[in-house]
């Protein structure tokens, strides 16, 4: 097989770290969401697609259940045993990878170690799920070490992914980032249902383009804010069943039944309900836009994401909300959001094709500008999802 220069260079640690040559890469994407934010945690709707950046996983299995990893970014290694959990005070990497060791040999697989190089290109800490992929990438070279590749489906694959960075690594993020990952399709959207896990793919027209804008703001509020929402809608849900008996999530109600029932709620949490109804609404109003190729509509509702994003659920920033501004006056610009949790990290733009030429230039300048922080600008179509591929 042929390798690109990327890979080759993971290949050329591998052989310089372990005796003889890789037989496997395992690819897993990152992500940026098209539309549906802090909807997956409340059994809803989301679109993201998978980005054309990744986590790569050259390695070879071995007999035994030993498991040694080099991280060439963080030049740093990890060498456990599977199902010997270990938390590591040290770095964080490692507990991903043995939180995903763990979450698989619990659905009943039963694994095999190997030894690997990982290595990223997905931003790390800006929103576009660099941990979910490394988590869907160590997960898939876990499973074909134990030639067991065909053992989970795509779906399952992903709560596992999920489940390790829930109850290992601690963070209570939703099914969105790990599923698209894994299942991603090439110039495709996925609309995923997070309540039953089926999706259908939605192809995104060839006269738009996806610009993602990273703040390179930090992220630092992210993590206790997210829970402090989570809990929020949850009590909206326990609020709301004195009356509507038969809801389990914000999945289950109306703009209507919230509206009519409004005097149940405290008012901050009614605003963070309304943020999730009606943001599910607005996926569903997106595909039927992209499927009947309205483009300036879906720009239209990913800028009332936004607005929803930053005055009903409070998860915008400065830093976001400029990098909003600086896209939606680029000329071709149809609609720009900020995409993942919030806090910092990146926004998301429509764009009509054949005007990117000079947008990363302007969207620098015009942010620049204002914050006196130099961002970055990617353009990204629509990947694959994970793969594992045999090196010889
Ligand atoms: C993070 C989480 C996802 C999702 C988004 C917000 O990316 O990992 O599960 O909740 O935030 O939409």
């Given at each position: 097989?042929?390798?690109?220069?990327?890979?080759?260079?993971?290949?050329?640690?591998?052989?310089?770290?372990?005796?003889?040559?890789?037989?496997?890469?395992?690819?897993?994407?990152?992500?940026?969401?098209?539309?549906?934010?802090?909807?997956?945690?409340?059994?809803?709707?989301?679109?993201?697609?998978?980005?054309?950046?990744?986590v790569?996983?050259?390695?070879?299995?071995?007999?035994?259940?030993?498991?040694?990893?080099?991280?060439?970014?963080?030049?740093?290694?990890?060498?456990?045993?599977?199902?010997?959990?270990?938390?590591?005070?040290?770095?964080?990497?490692?507990?991903?990878?043995?939180?995903?060791?763990?979450?698989?040999?619990?659905?009943?697989?039963?694994?095999?170690?190997?030894?690997?190089v990982?290595?990223?290109?997905?931003?790390?800490?800006?929103?576009?799920?660099?941990?979910?992929?490394?988590?869907i990438?160590?997960?898939k070279?876990?499973?074909?070490?134990?030639?067991?590749?065909?053992?989970?489906?795509?779906?399952?694959?992903?709560?596992?992914?999920?489940?390790?960075?829930?109850?290992?690594?601690?963070?209570?993020?939703?099914?969105?980032?790990?599923?698209?990952?894994?299942?991603?399709?090439e110039?495709?959207?996925l609309?995923?249902?997070?309540?039953?896990?089926?999706?259908?793919?939605?192809?995104l027209?060839?006269?738009?383009?996806?610009?993602?804008?990273?703040?390179?703001?930090?992220?630092?509020?992210?993590?206790?804010?997210?829970?402090?929402?989570?809990?929020?809608?949850?009590?909206?849900?326990?609020?709301?069943?004195a009356?509507?008996?038969?809801?389990?999530?914000?999945?289950?109600?109306?703009?209507?039944?919230?509206?009519?029932?409004?005097?149940?709620?405290p008012?901050?949490?009614?605003?963070?309900?309304?943020?999730?109804?009606?943001?599910?609404?607005?996926?569903?109003?997106t595909?039927?836009?992209?499927?009947?190729?309205?483009?300036?509509?879906?720009?239209?509702?990913?800028?009332?994401?936004?607005?929803?994003?930053?005055?009903?659920?409070?998860?915008?920033?400065?830093?976001?909300?400029?990098?909003?501004?600086?896209?939606?006056?680029?000329?071709?610009?149809?609609?720009?959001?900020?995409?993942?949790?919030?806090?910092?990290?990146?926004?998301?733009?429509?764009?009509?094709?054949?005007?990117?030429?000079?947008?990363?230039?302007?969207?620098?300048?015009?942010?620049?500008?204002?914050?006196?922080?130099?961002?970055?600008?990617?353009?990204?179509?629509?990947?694959?999802?994970?793969?594992v591929?045999?090196?010889?």
């Amino acid at each position: 097989m042929q390798l690109d220069k990327r890979t080759q260079d993971i290949f050329n640690e591998f052989t310089a770290n372990f005796d003889g040559a890789p037989t496997h890469l395992a690819i897993a994407p990152g992500r940026v969401n098209l539309i549906g934010e802090h909807t997956d945690y409340n059994d809803g709707f989301v679109l993201p697609i998978a980005l054309d950046r990744d986590v790569r996983v050259l390695f070879r299995p071995r007999s035994d259940r030993q498991v040694k990893i080099y991280a060439l970014e963080f030049d740093s290694w990890t060498d456990f045993e599977i199902g010997a959990f270990q938390w590591d005070d040290d770095q964080l990497w490692p507990n991903y990878v043995q939180g995903v060791s763990q979450a698989l040999a619990e659905t009943g697989v039963s694994l095999q170690g190997f030894e690997g190089v990982v290595s990223g290109n997905v931003p790390r800490g800006s929103g576009l799920s660099s941990s979910a992929a490394l988590e869907i990438a160590v997960a898939k070279a876990f499973l074909a070490s134990a030639n067991q590749i065909h053992a989970l489906s795509g779906p399952q694959l992903a709560q596992a992914a999920q489940k390790a960075e829930n109850e290992y690594v601690g963070v209570n993020c939703g099914i969105m980032d790990q599923f698209i990952s894994a299942l991603g399709e090439e110039g495709h959207a996925l609309l995923i249902d997070c309540r039953s896990l089926n999706y259908r793919r939605v192809p995104l027209p060839a006269d738009a383009t996806l610009v993602i804008g990273n703040t390179k703001a930090s992220r630092s509020l992210a993590g206790s804010a997210y829970n402090e929402r989570r809990a929020q809608c949850e009590d909206g849900v326990r609020r709301l069943q004195a009356v509507l008996p038969s809801i389990t999530a914000l999945r289950d109600v109306t703009s209507a039944q919230l509206e009519a029932y409004k005097n149940l709620l405290p008012e901050t949490v009614y605003r963070r309900c309304r943020h999730v109804i009606s943001e599910n609404e607005r996926v569903h109003a997106t595909v039927e836009a992209f499927e009947q190729d309205e483009l300036q509509r879906v720009g239209q509702l990913m800028n009332a994401s936004h607005t929803s994003l930053r005055d009903d659920y409070e998860v915008s920033s400065r830093a976001l909300d400029v990098m909003v501004e600086a896209m939606r006056s680029y000329p071709g610009c149809l609609g720009a959001r900020l995409t993942g949790a919030g806090f910092g990290g990146c926004a998301v733009a429509l764009i009509r094709a054949g005007s990117e030429a000079d947008v990363r230039q302007a969207i620098r300048k015009s942010y620049a500008t204002t914050m006196n922080l130099w961002p970055e600008v990617y353009i990204s179509a629509p990947s694959s999802g994970a793969r594992v591929l045999p090196l010889t």
